[in-house]
């Protein structure tokens, strides 16, 4: 059972205990890796910890991190066993992160291609310890951090690199198929943070409510510790040194079969500028940003690029039926804005989101698939890995029924075998046309449920704090 607290009490945040990579945007552009590391040795994994704590940038010093690079730590359940958490805190941990992603891949519609026995390994074993992450504006600034991290490994044999895996935001400032990405996220309560990427920290004229995204959601949606929205604290896990300031992450490695994408848009459009409207109609904005709710003729860049106006919109007031970007659309599927019955459900069910691309562009234009590994590394962070992100995957993403879309799945992540479709109103009423054939866009490479503790608990992980 979860304690209560009053729901309307204003939220105040421990910023200097929050792991930044939680709260905070990343460097627009930026470039990033993510070390995977095994630990063999209790006391060296403890050791690696308290070596790399004065590296980790917390939500209060974002924007001045040391060295000029952010790092963020996460641990797995079995990585928390290897640096000797004890048996009673492991035990205390949700039932979805003590078993892993591998093992609840069907509730992800991690099946077929994107199988947990098709990973990229080691994602998805139990040799995944730790991940650090860490990111930059330029690649002198994240080398120079890399570098710290490999003098902390010094003198550690028992703590072992398993992989790296490097990523960049493309020279487009794009995603591999096209799309601006990043538009509408969550306003958090307490956060303290500009909502335009144009905004520095002391821009105060884009801080509070960004335009369009409803009232601030409560901060114990994302940070444990915090009242949630039902004013209710996180009882789990053990002890109270690790349930403050801390969050759950789903790190998914995606590859995007880019040229894939562009064949289905050709092969299902009489004329370029239809294969931009049914790209359009599949994600639910167009490749510049421009939502379809507010542009839904032709794309408009201007309104894309208007921080004021380009996340300002409902569904329920402005395209009840889907007749401008379809119900089943991707961005619809990810956040339906409000629901039916209750707008508090959809805020119950958001959570953070970081996603950069790895791989390189393929060149405009090109419709056959040069083998290239490229894609996105996703991370999801939330309080309740059930509740928020698994419930997400697998009802709005691969579910239709939520929309009355029976069997119908996110026309851009689903999980499908060639036989799906996907439906688009079309005036006067009516009418709809249906895409059929619908290859998978989307494969799963691998993923882990990891666990980033405040930078107290860091410590006392690291043996540090009583």
Partial sequence: MADRTSPSAPQVLELDDIQGALLRKRPVPCVGSYLLLRVDSPPEGRQLLTRLLPHVASADRWWAPPGGAWLSVAL???????????????????????????????RLGDTGESGPEHWD??????????VVASFAAGREALESLLEAVREALRGLPAVQLLHRLDVAQLPTGRTHLGFVDNISKPNVEGAGAPWSDRAGADDPTHYGDPPGVGP????????LGCPDQLGQLASQPLPDALRRNGTYVALRKLHVKTAEFRRYLKANSSSPEGGELLAAKMVGRWRSGAPLVLAPVQDDPTLAADATRNNDFTYREQDPGGRRCPVGAHIRRMNPRSSPDDPMDVRRHCFLRRGTPYGPELPEGQLDDDGAERGVVFLFMGTDLVRQFEFVKSQWTHDGNFAGLETEQ?????????????TVPLHPRPRRRQYGQLPRFVVTKGGEYLFMPGIRALRWIAGLDA
């Fill in 76 to 106: 797995s359940h079995s990585g928390l066993r290897a640096l000797g958490v004890p048996q009673e805190s492991l035990d205390s941990f949700p039932k979805a992160f003590c078993e892993g992603m591998a093992a609840r891949a069907d």
């Fill in 121 to 130: 390994a080691p994602l998805g074993s139990p040799e995944v310890h730790l």
């Fill in 216 to 223: 601030p959601v409560k901060a114990g949606e994302f940070v």
């Fill in 410 to 422: 996110d026309p851009l992540t689903g999980n499908r075998d060639g036989t799906a479709s996907f």
